[in-house]
T-cell receptor, first 113, second 110 residues
């Protein structure tokens, strides 16, 4: 069965550069959630989208933005990268508010040097 | 906001032992998820529970809604079970998805 696809799997960027992470939900899922997990930390909610509209916003820095496209995939854009942005960024998708469960992507491991 | 507590934080056991990981939460939920994360890896969903008990292979998950508590059990543990096990709760209807516990770091020694 198709899973949530994230790309790239690994990314190395320098400070002050920009990065774009992509998340492709499983078919029929219309909701995407982005999470950030720092080294040794529990995941923190960043932002979510439902039917191409921003649904909720968590601890997402102003330097980051995201959107969901007509095919329901989502992109997380990160600018002016800082060393502290190094983390695993994973997304999850669901149908509606998640009553039927969530499917998780494998994440993008971002390293800022 | 739901507070999710897991115990223990770290657990080292010998191959073959029966493992129990606990999760408590503070506010009523619509569902609870047990997730597995291998070092450097992504997250794999093991179970989604709203009541009772589920079993998959050597893994068993139980939930007591009244006590706001869930347990994940691993029978006949194996070194490949070594991973971080994360409890996450869905408080229902929230657009922020799940609230995660800090995880239990499990090491199974051969």
């Amino acid at each position: 069965a198709a899973g949530v696809i994230q790309s790239p799997r690994h990314l190395i960027k320098e400070k002050r550069e920009t990065a774009t992470l992509k998340c492709y939900p499983i078919p029929r899922h219309d909701t995407v959630y982005w999470y950030q997990q720092g080294p040794g930390q529990d995941p923190q909610f960043l932002i979510s989208f439902y039917e191409k509209m921003q649904s909720d916003k968590g601890s997402i820095p102003d330097r980051f933005s995201a959107q969901q496209f007509s095919d329901y995939h989502s992109e997380l854009n990160m600018s002016s990268l800082e060393l502290g942005d190094s983390a695993l960024y994973f997304c999850a998708s669901s149908l509606g508010s998640g009553g039927y469960g969530y499917t998780f992507g494998s994440g993008t491991r971002l390293t800022v040097v | 906001k739901n507070e999710v507590e897991q115990s223990p934080q770290n657990l080292t056991a010998q191959e073959g032992e029966f493992i129990t990981i606990n999760c408590s939460y503070s506010v009523g939920i619509s569902a609870l998820h047990w997730l597995q994360q291998h070092p450097g890896g992504g997250i794999v969903s093991l179970f989604m529970l709203s009541s009772g008990k589920k079993k998959h292979g050597r893994l068993i998950a139980t939930i007591n809604i009244q006590e706001k508590h869930s347990s994940l059990h691993i029978t006949a543990s194996h070194p490949r079970d070594s991973a971080v096990y994360i409890c996450a709760v869905d408080s229902g209807g929230g657009a922020d998805g799940l609230t995660f516990g800090k995880g239990t770091h499990l090491i199974i020694q051969p």
